[in-house]
């Protein structure tokens, strides 16, 4: 199973985009969908996070209420990352990845996710 993130993007500063998260296989349930981001020459970043009790997290240093992780009211294995008020520093690689079971400490981890997507670029410039 790997998971197939879309929806990114050219967008100009103050713009909105909304990133999906879909898992290869429709059979594959998740305990846990994360979202990271990895801008050029940095390291790789938690954004946000969702478990299939609809529980969120996010990294609050730079997300401060622009972004809402979510499910899809339908298809409960589709997440999806709606961003707004976008800003240059937001330019990036996204990755989406799913946790399948329940574990200690994995949100803000990405070595504790165990399917991953290709990511989708994020690109803020005017």
């Known amino acids: 199973v790997q998971l197939q993130a879309s929806g990114g993007g050219l967008v100009e500063p103050g713009g909105s985009l909304r990133l999906s998260c879909v898992p290869s296989e429709s059979w594959f349930i998740w305990y846990g969908v994360g979202w990271f981001r990895q801008a050029p020459g940095k390291e790789r970043e938690f954004v946000a996070a969702?478990?299939?009790?609809?529980?969120?997290?996010?990294e609050t240093d730079f997300v401060m209420g622009r972004f809402t992780i979510s499910r899809d009211n339908d298809a409960k294995t589709t997440v999806y990352l709606q961003m707004n008020s976008l800003k240059p520093e937001d330019t990036g690689v996204y990755y989406c990845a799913a946790r399948s079971v329940y574990g200690r400490d994995w949100v803000r981890n990405w070595n504790e996710y165990d399917k991953w997507g290709q990511g989708t670029q994020v690109t803020v410039s005017s």
């Open positions: 969702i478990t299939y009790k609809d529980e969120v997290t996010y």
